[in-house]
């Protein structure tokens, strides 16, 4: 697990609150993303790619889509521009292999 | 709906737009896809988080607080709609070409707001969407722990979140300097800064242009020393090679690079991280401009396509104009004053200024654009991409994200001769997935002008389509009364 942490310095934060992502519970804090909160909880790999490989926090500002997780049963949505929500439920995805040529 | 004047992006030229017009009595429509304005640059914290030190938060944190403070106090005249994507630019009813003159929209916007779609015409339209970073794939650039410099400031600046604690950071630029001081105040440990290229040569060729701002030569030199004082090593002339790791990264690997940026065999070097922050310059957000149909450019010292405009930063359509990041890289100071310039020129465009009082005003924002412009310049020539950038990939490296597609199919692809973007993306469907080819298309398309010993532009460019971003259908299902514009064929399907 990478240590990574909340700065304390600077802010204070509200009460706080518990997710569910996959079969974890965990904290956060209100006006944290799903992505601050997964990646101050130590965990990268938000869902795994068309082949099948880990894939996490990229650009952090809603262009290159890498963050999309599931939330409360809605598909792709980027975790570091969705607020956390007390009791959400935040799953990996896994999106659909590759079938050898185009998918059209 | 119409507006007087709808703005896009609530970013430092956004804001700056915004203000300009509503102190002519302009109403204003700023649209925003943040839940907060200040744009990447000056990225707030959420407003649930209580500020208690607002030194601790940086120097962009109090510039961006007195930009946002100068537009609340314009609210009444400015509604800033945040949470709000624009996914289409669309001639107003349908038309061809846009109707000439202010009376008639000059574009009508699709929404996507609350979860709902909804139309917008604008009588005229500021586009100031900012930049997105350069995507270098690199082996292993995928790995969960690779970040972009821009989102781990991003996790520091609004989050307070430091998402590591054994960093690299590598790329070009002065963000790598600014990143690494913040990490080190964080508590983190930076193994260096890796920079592609060399200050000193830079200093050699552009001194009398850098000499034209000595407070941001002190502000770099602070930088430095702030690395020094950290004890953490710049290494120009070298740049990151590899990740490694299984399910994210664990270590890094980087190399000395020449002058044209190719790596220099047996210079491997191997240390251990847990995280990677990578920054290799920025490239213009056009896909509103570019469906819009506005004619553009290619300018590498800019970052890549930008929209033509005129002295104004009209564009070459009616009523539609361009301003900061997204219409030419130049820094968020360069965006403020070309925010307030593009609003001269849409109160001109509205009647709302004369032409002689918008000449006036124009000129003396000219006057200081071109006094920043020498300074920014030099930084842009010290960061422009050279050949080596697109030959860190490997054959396994996967180049589009979205799709998984590899260094190696789209090489196969060119090598088949197919050499414009659009035509790579139907045979290997890179720039087909979610991200629209944001990220993988400046690649490609230097790949292309490798192999055909040309230019970049020479790919052309992915023809943006509406939804510029993914639209639920439930979306439309509960569109406003008013009818909503047409979900073009294959909308959400994927």
Request: with cysteine.
């Amino acid at each position: 697990m990478p240590p990574a942490t909340r700065l304390t310095d600077g802010v204070t934060r509200g009460e706080p609150m518990t997710f569910r992502f996959e079969e974890r519970e965990l904290a956060a804090y209100p006006g944290e993303t799903v992505a601050g909160a997964l990646l101050a909880a130590g965990v990268r790999t938000f869902r795994h790619s068309v082949d099948g490989q880990p894939r996490g926090y990229y650009c952090g500002m809603g262009v290159c889509f890498e963050c999309r997780v599931r939330i409360d049963g809605r598909a792709n949505q980027r975790a570091c521009m969705t607020p956390v929500q007390p009791g959400m439920q935040v799953q990996a995805q896994r999106d659909e292999p590759r079938r050898g040529g185009p998918r059209d | 709906m119409t507006s007087e004047l709808v703005i896009v992006g609530a970013g430092p030229a956004g804001m700056s737009a915004a203000i300009r017009a509503a102190q002519s009595g302009v109403q204003v429509t700023l649209l925003d896809e943040a839940l907060l304005p200040g744009g990447q640059i000056y990225r707030q914290p959420p407003g649930a988080f209580r500020v208690r030190d607002p030194h601790a938060l940086g120097a962009d944190y109090a510039k961006g607080q007195a930009l946002i403070g100068r537009l609340a106090r314009h609210h009444p005249l400015i509604e800033h709609r945040p949470d709000t994507q624009v996914w289409g630019v669309f001639p107003p009813d349908g038309a061809e070409q846009p109707q000439r003159g202010p009376d008639a929209p000059a574009a009508e916007l699709a929404l996507l707001g609350d979860g709902r779609v909804s139309r917008l015409a604008a009588r005229a339209l500021i586009v100031a969407p900012g930049a997105s970073e350069r995507a270098v794939p690199f082996p292993g650039w995928t790995l969960p722990g690779v970040f972009t410099a821009g989102g781990v400031q991003i996790l520091l600046k609004s989050q307070r979140v430091r998402p590591g604690e054994r960093f690299l950071v590598a790329g070009t630029g002065p963000l790598l300097l600014v990143l690494a001081n913040q990490l080190a105040k964080a508590g983190a440990r930076v193994q260096a800064v890796l920079e592609l290229s060399s200050l000193a040569a830079t200093v050699r060729r552009q001194w009398p242009r850098l000499l034209s701002e000595p407070g941001l030569l002190l502000q770099g030199l602070g930088l430095h020393l702030g690395l020094r004082r950290a004890g953490i090593p710049y290494l120009e002339r070298h740049t990151v090679v590899a990740a490694r790791g299984d399910d994210q990264v664990r270590e890094a690997v980087w190399m000395r690079v020449d002058a044209d940026w190719n790596p220099l065999p047996g210079s491997e070097r191997t240390v251990a991280v847990d995280a990677i922050a990578v920054g290799f310059g920025f490239v213009p957000n056009t896909e509103l401009t570019r469906q819009a149909g506005a004619r553009h450019r290619y300018d590498a010292a800019r970052g890549g396509w930008v929209p033509e405009t005129d002295e104004h930063l009209a564009t070459s359509l009616p009523g539609i104009f361009a301003a900061g990041d997204g219409a030419g890289v130049r820094g968020s100071r360069t965006a403020e004053l070309q925010g307030q310039l593009a609003a001269v020129g849409a109160l001109r465009y509205l009647g709302r200024l004369s032409a002689a009082q918008a000449e006036t005003e124009g000129a003396l924002l000219r006057r200081r654009l071109r006094r920043l412009e020498r300074f920014a310049s030099a930084m842009a020539e010290m960061s422009l991409p050279r050949p080596g950038l697109a030959r860190l990939a490997q054959p396994d490296t996967i180049v589009c994200r979205c799709e998984d597609v590899t260094a190696r199919e789209i090489a196969d692809c060119i090598g088949q001769g197919y050499h414009r973007l659009d035509s790579v993306k139907r045979i290997t469907r890179a720039g087909m997935g979610f991200c629209q080819g944001r990220t993988c298309a400046p690649h490609i398309a230097a790949l292309i002008a490798e192999k055909e010993a040309g230019a970049p532009e020479a790919a052309g460019w992915l023809r943006p389509r509406p939804p510029l971003r993914p639209v639920p259908l439930d979306a439309f299902a509960s569109a406003e009364d008013e009818p909503a514009p047409r979900p073009p064929a294959g909308a959400a399907g994927r």
